[in-house]
């Protein structure tokens, strides 16, 4: 009882003390990169300065926002695509047994190869087009979205799939409405990781092959030699990806609610 009451007087942290330890952290590289720069203990030519990539990025804004517009097109066009298969592929696998050890290889394959090996085909099959990247984004991004979906599934309790149907709910019916709902934070996991890569899947594609976009930046960037570009591309690309998960958990918070609440009626049920 002890820890139920505990539980129920611990004050949630402010957003101040979860954002200060990172910025702290964050300011203190910036401060002594910069310091490292100014005083020449590193050269300008093979590291810039975070002054010199800022002042860089004011300096080529549009084109690196324009750059940055088609990368992210494509990856949250692959993005969603992944989720959509990612939970389709993922029921079926929960619900045949045959599915699942049919497909469940092929997705584990799809995710061992690298992707350099994988982009020359996909260039020969759609060119330097962007369908090609966003079937790309989506091939890398479905396996995390697929298996946990079909854990989640696993994971819930048998008794909600006997009250459903003791209420005179069809398999279908309780697999879509009550088993879904149940596993969705399992879900969102797998959501989640793939919002960590898409980005960066889709600018090694754009890489190895396009017309504009993060990828082809990087490579002009790299090509003349010119740090301070190739740095503001990595920012951008950080930004995004940081975005798609902020995006990601405010809607996991908007559909479940917060996940702090979840975890407090768990604890009461299991201390009653």
Request: proline fraction near 4%.
């Amino acid at each position: 009882m002890s820890t139920k009451r505990e539980h129920k007087t611990r004050e949630p942290q402010s957003w101040l003390h979860k954002m200060l330890p990172p910025a702290i952290t964050i300011g203190a590289v910036l401060a002594f990169w910069q310091i490292a720069a100014d005083t020449g203990l590193v050269s300008e030519l093979t590291l810039s300065s975070p002054a010199t990539i800022i002042s860089s990025m004011i300096a080529t804004w549009p084109d690196l926002m324009s750059a940055a517009a088609v990368t992210t097109g494509e990856a949250l066009a692959g993005f969603i695509i992944s989720v959509v298969a990612g939970i389709a592929i993922g029921a079926g696998l929960y619900v045949s047994k045959t599915a699942n050890r049919a497909f469940y290889p092929l997705l584990v394959a799809a995710q061992t190869v690298p992707i350099i090996t994988i982009a020359p085909l996909f260039m020969i099959w759609f060119g330097f087009s962007f369908v090609g990247k966003i079937a790309l984004v989506a091939v890398f991004s479905v396996f995390s979205i697929a298996v946990e979906t079909s854990r989640g599934l696993t994971a819930v309790p048998r008794f909600y799939e006997d009250v459903a149907l003791t209420c005179g709910a069809t398999k279908t019916w309780t697999l879509f409405h009550v088993k879904l709902r149940v596993a969705a934070r399992q879900i969102f996991s797998g959501i989640r990781i793939s919002a960590a890569y898409v980005f960066g899947t889709a600018v090694t594609a754009e890489y190895l092959g396009a017309t504009n976009g993060l990828g082809v930046w990087l490579q002009s960037a790299f090509n003349s030699f010119q740090t301070a570009l190739i740095f503001s591309a990595a920012v951008v690309v950080v930004a995004l990806t940081g975005l798609l998960l902020a995006l990601v958990s405010f809607t996991e918070h908007l559909l479940l609610g917060p996940a702090e609440k979840d975890d407090a009626v768990s604890l009461d049920l299991s201390e009653m």
